[in-house]
């Protein structure tokens, strides 16, 4: 807000003053455009999966239902879109928590036992494409830290890893502490062209929409990662080579 105010004399000799009050709109307007810009996406998101449950059940309602194989095949899929549903409403209500009304306890997290943890959870997927991980950090190395907005940092870069991986793909996790606390995963993937980096922290940015959907992506994910990274007083770091690979670091203040 700028406050103005402006004096001067005129002719007829009176002493004028004018008062102005002048908003800088800009931003305000950039909030209002994003604000204006989720909500359309969440609404997009989620009538996909609805639409699809909508039309599966009339379906078996009208009479498909009577065709055992038929049957199986629609709940399927149907389990699909609600597993999709979610997932959607989980990472929405992850992304509307602004720290400003939670507080979250610390926790000293063992580092080594919390990264296998994670990845225990993706054993199937890792198998079905053959990755090789290594962690590199020490198995005694403990951070303390509000475990609540750690964790899906974490997780989501794992997941990522994981997911944009090519078969028989590498994947280095490292954490410890330089001048910082910094966790930080490295994957021989597909890579994120230069462009393509400066949007994927946007919500809901998808280089592949089709891939991404495909594999259960909502591109809310690194969106997550970058709010509660801030969050912690910490920032995101990436480098990555298109068809070579990306490296994800996460540089939080140091605690223990
Ligand atoms: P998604 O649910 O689609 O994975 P994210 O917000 O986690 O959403 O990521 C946004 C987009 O960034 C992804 O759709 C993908 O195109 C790209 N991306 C994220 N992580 C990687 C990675 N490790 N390698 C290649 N591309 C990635």
Redesign the pocket.
Known sequence: ILDMSLRFIEEDGNDYQVLGIAYDLTRVRQLEKMQKDFVSNVSHELKTPVTSLLGFTETLLDGAKEDPETLRQFLEIMQKDALRLQQLIQEILQLSRDGKNITYDDQQVMLFSFTQEILSSYRKTIKEKNLKITILGADTLTYTTKYELFYPIVK?LIE??I??SKTGGTITIDFGYKEQFFFMVK?S????STKDQER?FERF????KAR?RHSG???????IVHNYTELLGGTVTIVSHLGLG?TFTVNLPKTT
Do not use: H, P
């Open positions: 989501n990522n890893a997911q944009y994957d993937g597909i890579g994120i994927i940015y998808r280089v592949d991404s992506g909502t591109g809310l994910g690194l969106s990306s």
